[in-house]
């Protein structure tokens, strides 16, 4: 996706996204590309060369950003959130009544982690408990 800088013969300044500068071309040509001021479709490109949108690669996937690593922010979070669930209390089945009891301060202020069924894990969001669904963990870890 790139923005052109536009120009209508009315003097009027707009930006254009287009996915392409092939793409303005061909809709500049049909008269697609109208002034979002005075509708007219003469329609120039101002001279300054089309620039990148940042993040415009997440709404059109195109060949050339498949490439990508993945986010390294994203393995930040996935390994923080492994080593908060490898201190965590493993409390089992008896999640949603301990991170209740926490919550409202009838038990010590822990991290915990267990098993919730989905209902169990929406109640306690709506009473305001952070609680984080993960995969479940390993069978080994749950007896
Ligand atoms: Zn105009």
Redesign the pocket.
Known sequence: MIIIDLL?????R?EGWFASGEAFRDQSQRHLVL??????SS?SQLPSAPHLKRGASELAPSASTQSVAPEPALARLHEALASMARKAENVGTAFPEEARRIHYDEAPARSIRGIATVDETRELLEEGIAVLPAPVPPDDELH
């Not at 002034?35 to 007219?40: E, F, I, L, R």
């Open positions: 209508c013969d009315q003097g009027h707009f002034c979002p001021h005075c509708q007219t329609v």
